[in-house]
């Protein structure tokens, strides 16, 4: 892997967060720790799986916002907004003040991008592109979705990427510029460009603009401090 000095401009992390190893004397668990502890822990395995598959049988949705005086959409299929669902939408802080000022919301229901989400994109349909979206989130803190342009449309196919096999471009304050990415039995690094990776993160507190915080890292940490107290323990009551 190819390191570069900070003064010298763009680098590559390797791990999720270059600011923090360490915590109290406890080393951070690398990615490779959390993979090992996913597919050999089956706690860790049954939680993972439990909070990915309630995300994926969610389905994706796609509204339309109409401002007063503007016609309904009549480009693609919409149907009306139950009003459950309408107040469920305001009541979302990301989405509550742009639909409170909406004369109308409608719900389409035939579009690319709903296409797109839905189709089979290199073996995954809909539900299992959420799913393994969900698993990423809950063992490494975050998910990587490649979008690959095609010839006549801006993107033709969605790749999922293992998070353990991308590492973000970094400037020098920090922010990501870029990604790159190693295919699996490659043992090559291939860049990519940053307006063509989606980027999910569960935000780390010690660097919120690119590092991620796994919910295993947490409790993989608290797990191995509560062994090395149980091993404290023992010995002193063997003394």
């Known amino acids: 892997m190819e390191h570069i000095d900070k003064s010298a401009g763009d680098f590559w992390i390797s791990v999720g967060s270059p600011l923090l190893t360490s915590t109290a004397g406890r080393s951070i668990p690398t990615d ?3 993979m090992l502890e996913y597919l ?5 395995y049954t939680c993972a799986n439990w909070n990915a598959a309630s995300v994926a049988q969610v389905p994706f949705r796609l509204y339309a916002i109409r401002r007063p005086g503007q016609k309904p959409v009549s480009e693609f299929s919409t149907r009306h907004v139950p009003a459950k669902t309408l107040a469920q939408l305001k009541g979302n802080p990301n989405f509550s003040r742009t639909v409170s000022r909406a004369a109308a919301v409608e719900e389409i229901t035939e579009h690319p991008l709903l296409n797109l989400l839905e ?3 290199d073996g995954l349909n809909g539900c299992q592109l959420r799913y393994m979206t969900g698993v990423y989130m809950e063992v490494f803190g975050g998910a990587y979705w490649l979008l690959e342009p095609g010839p006549f449309d801006p993107v033709r196919r969605i790749k999922v990427l293992p998070t353990q096999r991308v590492l973000p471009l970094r400037n020098n304050d920090l922010a990501v510029v870029g990604y790159k990415y190693m295919p699996a039995l490659t043992g090559a690094w291939i860049q990519l460009d940053r307006q063509n990776v989606l980027d999910f993160r569960f935000p780390a507190v010690e660097d919120p603009y690119g590092g991620r915080h796994a919910p295993l890292r ?7 401090l509560a062994a090395k107290f149980a091993m404290y323990e023992n010995a002193l009551m063997d003394n």
């Open 32 to 34: 490779s720790q959390l």
């Open 218 to 224: 947490s409790a993989y940490m608290q797990a191995e």
């Open 40 to 44: 050999t822990n089956d706690l860790v």
């Open 119 to 121: 189709k089979d994109n």
